[in-house]
């Protein structure tokens, strides 16, 4: 894949903050789909989630996020 900075996340549920935090991170599989280089399925973390909605850490730099909210969906344990 193609290295492209500052990359929207096409799936990504929008801002808000967490409902609900782990005490530790949770090893997660999150489905990514970037504006540029499409779907990917990354291990990662989720940090918390709200309702249907999960806090995933983003650490690829081709984001613009550290962080982004996915729907429970796109997310699998791992």
Do not use: C, K
């Not at 499409?38 to 999960?54: P, Q, Y």
């Not at 806090?55 to 699998?76: E, G, H, I, K, Q």
């Amino acid at each position: 894949m193609a290295w492209s900075p500052g990359q929207a996340i096409v799936n990504a549920t929008g801002a808000r903050v967490p409902e609900h935090t782990f005490a530790r991170p949770v090893p997660i599989v999150a489905r990514v789909v970037g504006a540029q280089d499409g779907e990917e399925h990354i291990e990662t973390v989720a940090l918390g989630w709200t309702g249907r909605n999960v806090y995933v850490r983003m650490t690829d730099p081709r984001y613009w996020f550290t962080a982004a909210w996915l729907d429970a969906a796109d997310v699998t344990r791992r």
